[in-house]
């Protein structure tokens, strides 16, 4: 039985967009960070695409009296680009790199060499659990032809499925990132119905920055402003999210951003605004479980977002096996051509320029071969994820028989802790 108490956390979150030789002005950016960092003292400081290690070093010793403890999550051939800064001491750490990420192939968006993952660090304070979790999707290139959607929601139910099996024994649960999805994106939607999560700009007491909580905005000049052009006011991509466990009541105080300058310098931090959410927790007497409405289990939100995310994943298999087949049919093509080459240089016909075809047909087998293997691997990944949603559709199709109306895991989890608690 935990004491009554009452405590207030300090978020910060930024996508700090730190590419280098490529990100304008990033050691300047990176200097001002770290300053207003320091100043502010918050008891959280997430960052994403912090893609140098030196540069985490770097605000790593700057930021060392104010934020003791730090942490880069490492992965993939760039690395995660995942960071955290905080003033009380990390109990526990750990990550989870998501298994679709992109293509290889697709060079300039480069998100398959990052290694998009989620962190999680563990924190006790005031002898709560608090879990928290940053994180980095993949990104939308093109809202009207977007090639990456089965991923990015792939991922979304990965950590959604991350965080419910971690968050078991917490007390608070914080997600902050760089989701790259709109609010009413599937993916986002999926998100919040099955872990619980609320949403900071939603829930605030006390809203103030851009204009409808958006984070990447025009008036930012680091911005690409042809892909804000279908959105005026700019998109709302970063997010604080935040639930606590039953006994444990948390509310967001006030948020805020920054509205695409620095006040002191007139140029932003990043091509992202940050995120500052002031969080207060404390305790909550007992509440008895509202009885669930009836009604048909279908019709709930929960299930009508899994259907969607079932059936998007199906696209996204159905677009794996047909760049497969195609990848097949190169390796045919490309097999068929390297024994006519050889034929020919048995025979001793056109020696040379046959040898000169050797090598192209050779990389194209190898190419094609790879690209095969690769979308041979993407099918079942997503298939491992449609298969877990089919067990969850399954059991919402018992509880329908059974009479009863299916719950979100963050639900289910908290009955099972009540019942053990009970026994």
């Not at 390796?331 to 034929?343: A, F, P, Q, Y």
């Not at 919402?396 to 099972?416: I, T």
């Amino acid at each position: 039985m935990k004491p009554n108490f009452s405590l207030r956390l300090r978020v910060f979150n930024l996508n700090c967009w730190d590419i280098p030789y490529w990100s304008k002005h990033r050691v300047d950016r990176l200097k001002r960070l770290g300053d207003f960092l320091n100043v502010e003292s918050f008891d959280l400081a997430l960052l994403e695409e912090v893609w140098s290690e030196d540069d985490f070093e770097s605000l790593r010793q700057k930021l060392l009296p104010t934020y003791p403890a730090a942490h880069y999550f490492r992965s993939g051939l760039i690395g995660s680009g995942l960071c955290v800064f905080s003033k009380h001491p990390i109990q526990e750490l750990a990550q989870h790199v998501y298994t679709l990420n992109g293509y290889p192939y697709m060079i300039h968006h480069g998100d398959w060499f990052c290694g998009k993952a989620v962190g999680l660090l563990v924190l006790h304070l005031s002898r709560l659990v608090f879990n928290a979790y940053v994180t980095h999707l993949h990104a939308e290139y093109s809202r009207q032809k977007d090639i990456y959607l089965a991923h990015r929601v792939a991922q979304a139910w990965e950590l959604a499925q991350f965080i419910h099996h971690t968050s078991k024994r917490a007390d608070v649960v914080l997600l902050c990132g760089d989701l790259n999805l709109h609010p009413k994106d599937l993916g986002f939607r999926l998100l919040k119905e099955w872990t619980g999560l609320q949403d900071a700009y939603i829930e605030t007491q006390d809203f103030k920055g851009c204009a409808e909580g958006c984070t990447m905005v025009p008036q930012n000049c680091y911005v690409n402003q042809q892909e804000l052009e279908p959105f005026p006011s700019g998109i709302r991509i970063d997010y604080v999210l935040y639930k606590a466990v039953s006994g444990v009541y948390i509310s967001c105080k006030t948020l805020k951003t920054t509205t695409g300058s620095d006040p002191h310098s007139g140029t932003p931090f990043s091509d992202h605004e940050a995120l500052m959410a002031t969080l207060c927790v404390r305790h909550s007497p007992p509440q008895p479980s509202p009885s669930p409405t009836p009604g048909p289990a279908e019709m709930s939100p929960l299930i009508t977002v899994l259907k969607e995310t079932w059936t998007e994943l199906g696209l996204g298999i159905a677009q794996a096996h047909w760049w497969a087949a195609l990848a097949s049919c190169m390796i045919g093509l490309g097999l068929l051509l390297l024994v006519v080459v050889c034929t020919l240089v048995v025979g001793g016909e056109a020696r040379e320029v046959t040898l000169l075809l050797l090598s192209p047909i050779v990389g194209l087998v190898l190419g094609a071969g790879a690209v095969y293997l690769f979308h041979i691997q993407e099918v079942k990944n997503l298939c491992k994820a449609r298969s877990e949603l089919q067990h969850v559709l399954g059991r919402a199709r018992e509880a329908r028989d059974l009479g009863s109306v299916p719950q979100p895991a963050h639900l289910l989890g908290q009955q099972e802790e009540d019942r053990a608690e009970q026994q």
